[in-house]
């Protein structure tokens, strides 16, 4: 319940969509995450959809995600999307070198 708690709090603080804040995002172990993530192949399977905008190495304040392939597992389920006006969370990466092949992919 510790990860459903965040996550209320990680939705929360998230602004309307009519603003693009890049939120960074963190790449961590099944210990260290405040919330597991399972990404999906196709848009009706996610909860949400996200824009990976990059890299943002300095930014402070990120939030540690883990991902899964289990969307059972997971306290959210996440579509990738190309484009940031039709994404729910755009989000810049803090750690590439952490993050998963699918992700380092899309890093511009």
């Not at 603080?13 to 099944?30: C, N, Q, Y």
């Amino acid at each position: 319940m510790r990860g459903a708690g965040l996550l209320v709090l990680l939705l929360l603080a998230t602004p309307p969509r009519a603003e693009t804040l890049v939120a960074p995002v963190a790449f961590g172990s099944m210990f260290d995450a405040e919330v597991t993530v399972s990404i999906r192949r196709f848009r009706a399977e996610a909860q949400e959809v996200w824009h990976i905008a990059g890299t943002c190495a300095g930014a402070g304040g990120a939030t540690v995600i883990r991902l899964t392939d289990f969307p059972a597992n997971a306290d959210l389920t996440v579509f990738l999307g190309a484009k940031p006006e039709q994404a729910h969370r755009v989000i810049c990466v803090t750690n590439p070198g952490r993050a998963p092949e699918v992700i380092r992919d899309l890093l511009p």
